[in-house]
């Protein structure tokens, strides 16, 4: 016992010891224990192999990780005979589709190839240098029609002032001298005189239709110059597909007969077969001028106009062939084929024509088939 305790106080010394040469701080602080120190090392060696054992549960479960991104993991895995078959049969159904269409592409390989398809690029810049001109022809309408429309209503005008005047017992010509030779412009007189008066009003006068022996229940559309051909043959396309209905007329006038042909000739494309029977005819609408002052003495305008109307039938069934205006179906392929044929053939005359000119007198031709509105 006395030996243990020796051991025991030189270890206390020791440590004393060792604490005074390991803690001593700078001036007059005294020694400094470990012991708290100790066992924070402690806690934070006891927290690191805890996490050591996490680790190694982590690197266990990874083997189920690979066990499970496995492709071949759900192939192991019980899958019904039923659900199976039904996976062939859907295969097997699958394949022969597939088979088809590539026979189809094959068949169609000769047509893809050919000269016509591959010259679509140069068709498409000809028809859009076509649809310029078309747009620039249509403008040229619009100036032209609004020009006649300016002439008649000063033609009425001039005649309603005649009229008035001849009634009042005045000169129906004040700006002729005596010579008779106009000294005032009579369109600048007129349009003094139009100033006086407004378009109040346009009364369509009823026109009846061209054909005989139709349903009481046929659909018509009556095309407008402000219709949309997407709502028109979205409704016509609509009854039409139906077998009840086997009739649809289409009527237009004015501006509106060039929509109403486009609109035919849609049906016509996506519905084969359709028999046709087309009208051409005149419409009177009466515009009526009120004056813009009452109390003036002016009298009311009726301006009467004959303007173009078209009818055009379309049946599913055959018609009277004896007709007047009767187009059968597919009709209009034979006439296209005709007309690019024929154009075509021009064109190589026309080069060729132009080969042998220049090179005879050294001067280009003169070109006969310029594209409308050319120089």
């Known amino acids: 016992m006395a030996a243990g305790a020796v051991e025991l106080r030189r270890l206390q010394w020791r440590l004393e010891e060792l604490e005074r040469h390991v803690g001593l701080g700078g001036g007059g602080c005294g020694p400094r224990k470990v012991a708290d120190e100790l066992v924070k090392v402690q806690v934070a060696l006891s927290n690191i192999a805890g996490k050591r054992e996490r680790i190694k549960i982590l690197f266990k479960k990874i083997e189920d990780v690979i066990k499970y991104l496995d492709p071949q993991y759900i192939d192991r895995m019980a899958v019904p005979d039923a659900m199976k078959l039904q996976f062939i049969l859907a295969e097997e159904q699958a394949i ?33 240098r076509l649809s310029q001109i078309h747009i620039q022809q249509q403008e040229k309408r619009h100036d032209l029609t609004d020009s006649v429309k300016t002439l008649l209503e000063d033609y009425n005008k001039m005649v309603s002032f005649e009229l008035q005047a001849w009634n009042s017992g005045t000169d129906p010509f004040p700006w002729a001298d005596s010579a008779g030779s106009p000294t005032l412009g009579l369109t600048a007189f007129l349009h003094c005189r139009m100033e006086n008066y407004k378009k109040t009003k346009i009364v369509e006068k009823p026109c009846p239709l061209p054909f005989t022996d139709l349903p009481a229940d046929i659909i018509e559309m009556k095309v407008k110059d402000g219709s949309k051909i997407r709502n028109l043959m979205g409704y016509a396309m609509s009854k039409m597909e139906q077998d009840s209905v086997r009739q649809i007329l289409f009527t237009g006038s004015g501006k509106a007969v060039s929509k109403t042909i486009t609109c035919v000739e849609i049906m016509k494309r996506r519905l084969k077969e359709l028999h046709q029977i087309t009208k051409v005819l005149f419409k009177q609408i009466e515009e009526i001028w009120e004056p813009i002052v009452p109390e003036a003495g002016l009298d009311a305008l009726t301006v009467k106009r004959n303007i173009p109307a078209i009818c055009v039938l379309l049946s599913k069934d055959a018609l009277d062939p004896q007709e007047p205006g009767y187009q059968a179906p597919g009709s209009f392929d034979a006439f296209w084929a005709e007309t690019l044929k024929a154009e075509s053939q021009g064109q190589m005359k026309r080069k060729q024509g132009g080969g042998r000119g220049a090179g005879s007198t050294g001067k280009h031709p003169r070109s006969t088939g310029g594209m409308p509105g050319g120089p």
């Open 96 to 128: 022969p589709d597939r088979a088809a269409l590539l026979e189809q592409v094959k068949t169609l390989q000769p047509i893809l190839d050919s000269t016509s398809i591959q010259a679509v690029p140069d068709h498409a810049a000809k028809l859009q």
